[in-house]
């Protein structure tokens, strides 16, 4: 079974404040993925990564950056935090095209 | 419009009754997958399935690729299948899923 671990798992933050989310993955995937989750909106992607390296934008890629330094870590990074930015996150791995996409346990983000 | 459209947006069982949950999806595809989430839960896979027919326990997933659709068979309800099932699909761009928003099931006793 594929593990996702994301951390935190809860943060409160200040508007204007950085924010960093973190995912680490111990499977080996190349394809890496955050989204977050609204009521209204479902499952929107912001960010994805190929490999060690890249970087891609997503669906809603706008006030967020991605890091990807090693195969297992990529990271969520919100510059300048704003209250519309509360959300949970999620942060899932796959090998591409075709294959299984395994999540996990998510990220509960309040700005304030 | 939306890519994927799941219906029913909710439903109400009483615990023993089957209910068949249905993903229908507005351009090609190569695969789909069903979560299960509960309330501020996890994202659970419950099936991978691109195409044909997939069991698991009461759960029956059928996947028709050509026609666009994926359904989702729950047989003999129980309480603990309370949560909103996702249907997400793959269209073949590097594993990226597009969700749709969800049936939220609730099991009575």
């Known amino acids: 079974e594929a593990a996702v671990t994301q951390s935190p798992r809860n943060k409160v933050a200040v508007t204007g404040g950085k924010v960093t989310l973190s995912c680490n993955q111990t499977?080996?995937?190349?394809?890496m993925y955050w989204y977050r989750q609204d009521t209204g909106h479902g499952l929107r992607l912001i960010h994805y990564?190929?490999?060690?390296?890249?970087?891609e934008k997503g669906d809603i890629p706008d006030g967020y950056k991605a890091s990807r330094p090693s195969q297992e870590n990529f990271s969520l990074i919100l510059e300048l935090a704003t209250p519309s930015q509360t959300s949970v996150y999620f942060c899932?791995?796959?090998?591409?095209?075709?294959?299984?996409?395994?999540f996990g346990k998510g990220t509960r983000l309040t700005v304030v | 419009g939306q890519q994927v459209q799941q219906s029913p947006t909710s439903l109400v069982l009483q615990e023993g009754e089957n209910a068949e949950l249905q993903c229908n999806f507005s351009?090609?595809?190569?695969?789909m997958q069903w979560f299960y989430q509960r309330p501020g839960g996890s994202l659970i896979s419950v099936f991978y399935?691109?195409?044909g027919t997939k069991q698991s326990g009461r759960l029956t997933s059928t996947t028709v690729i050509k026609e666009r659709r994926s359904s989702l068979h729950i047989s003999s309800s129980q309480i603990t299948d309370s949560g909103t099932y996702l249907c997400a699909m793959e269209s073949g761009l590097s594993g990226k899923l597009t969700f749709g928003e969800g049936t939220q099931v609730t099991v009575i006793s």
């Open positions: 351009t090609s595809l190569n695969s």
């Open positions: 899932a791995s796959g090998d591409g095209d075709n294959t299984e996409v395994f």
């Open positions: 990564s190929y490999g060690a390296g890249s970087t």
């Open positions: 499977n080996n995937h190349n394809n």
């Open positions: 399935n691109p195409s």
